[in-house]
């Protein structure tokens, strides 16, 4: 189904609606805006088999797949809707005053309060859980934000029908209207427009360096700069320390073969580089990586041009100095379809070569040799900012190589041991976002509810009577939040 690409006229439309109802929706109660979000999720519970029918058709992923992005992405918005209500993103700090003291001590009380509205960007190999009813959606309105979503045009249709859940809900909580709003936009027109609007605030983004960077690149030209929150990509490194590759050589092939092609490689957190000291050991991994690569088949990718995008850089990088291939899945691949591929290159010729370090898109990973634990430690500090970085080693390997786990800290925002990095857990403690170029701002995770604060902004305030402060600030607590009074943090009245 094709929808028809919104006019500037209709987007500056949207952007006024949105502004307008932000002062009404910031004013609602965590409560309120708890239960609008869990109607969403009830909305889109209600969609039934279409809605998943719907995204088979549009993206190529399996169904099982599909059904549980579903899942996840109801939990995420029930999870947030109670991340909401409880209140702790909201930072309550409260310095009581003492007038009688010399100079007299202010009273001074702080919280996050909503940006305004926000546009979310659809990601493409997403289309559930990182779209329409999103983690970034579900996130502003929590922190009191209207949102403006931009369909993503490889699957237009599912977010049509996640956006009409997200519209009954509005309905059903009597909310204004642009509380939500819904575009199509093929161009890159449509995006530069809604980036620049003066009523939009911030911007949530998955997906290519290029166009997240380009995003944020738009937002801080503007008259008054706005954040973006761009998820751009990431080669999340694993490095195979000698203890544990001596020990568990073998079975570290079958985990990560299989990591490296799941979901036809089309994870943000797909393990693109595999790094390790050369020896007998890394070649019985590297032999068995290659032999469990040749029997599994090639998939069917999103769409084509992200399967003919994997082709080619996988071409040119198989192509590059000193790479040599170790494996290709033995299925021939046909149309849209991703070959697994396993290639290998010295340390050395991986450092002199940028191009080596760029992500693959799919189901592609680089063993990287090195001559000693000095030279891997350099191949860590050389790399950019990546959104995982694992660590296959004993506590033995760890002990030993201080200087890799202390250069793998300043490249992730996750850091793993002995595991895979594909799976993000959605829960208080994840941090999904990472140093430049992985994401715009490190400071900030796109899965958790520590994600509802990239959609606010810290004010304080300072002498003001008990009746005229927010209900969060308090002397009262009225909503039983968790607070810092003075230092301890606390339920308790003032």
Known sequence: MMFRDATIEEINAAAEEAWHAFHAYRKLSLKQRAVFIKNIAIEIE???????????????????????????????LNSYAEACERGD?????????????????????????PLGPVVVFGASNFPLAYSTA????????????????????????????????????????????????????????????LATHKHVKAVGFTGSYAGGKALFDLANQRKEPIPVFSEMGSVNPVFLLPG??????????????????????QFCTNPGLIIGVEGN???????RLGEEIKNIAPGIMLHQGIASAFTEKRDTALKQKGVTTVAVS?????????????????????????????????????VIRCKDRKQMAEVARQMEGQLTATLMATV????????????????????????????????????????????????????????????????????????????ELKNSNPLSIWRTVDNELTKNKI
């Not at 039934?48 to 399996?62: D, Q, R, W, Y």
């Not at 544990?244 to 490689?265: F, R, W």
């Not at 050991?281 to 032999?287: H, M, P, S």
């Open 46 to 76: 209600a969609l039934g088999p279409a809605l998943v029918k719907t995204a088979m058709k549009e993206t190529n992923l399996p169904e099982a797949r599909l059904q549980g992005e579903k899942t996840r992405t109801i939990f995420q």
């Open 89 to 113: 993103w909201l930072e309550a700090r409260i310095d009581t005053g003492a007038p009688g003291r010399t100079p007299p001590k202010p009273d001074i009380r702080k919280m996050l309060v």
């Open 134 to 193: 999103g983690g970034d959606t579900a996130c502003a309105f929590a922190a009191g934000c209207p949102v403006i979503v931009k369909a993503h045009p490889a699957h237009a249709e599912t977010s049509e029908m996640a956006a009409g859940a997200i519209l009954k809900a509005v309905e059903k909580c009597n909310l204004p209207k642009g509380t939500f709003s819904h575009i199509h936009g093929r161009g890159f027109e449509a995006g530069k427009a």
């Open 244 to 265: 544990k590759l001596n020990e568990s050589a073998i079975d570290m092939a079958k985990m990560y073969s299989a990591s490296v092609t799941l979901s036809v490689g």
């Open 281 to 287: 050991d890394l070649n019985v991994f590297t032999d």
């Open 330 to 366: 033995a299925t021939s691949a046909s149309e849209n379809q991703g070959s697994p591929t396993i290639a290998a290159v010295d340390a050395a010729d991986f450092l002199d070569n940028p191009l080596l370090h760029h992500e693959v898109f799919g189901p592609y990973s680089l």
């Open 396 to 471: 033995k390997d760890l002990h030993e190589n201080i200087e890799l786990v202390e250069a793998i800290k300043n490249i992730c925002g996750r850091s793993i041991l002995n595991g895979v990095p594909t799976g993000v857990d959605v829960c208080l403690s994840m941090h999904h976002g990472g140093p430049f170029p992985a994401t715009t701002d490190s400071r900030f995770t796109s899965v958790g509810p520590d994600g509802i604060k990239r959609f606010a902004r810290p004010v304080a305030f300072q002498n003001w009577p008990e009746e005229l402060l927010p209900d």
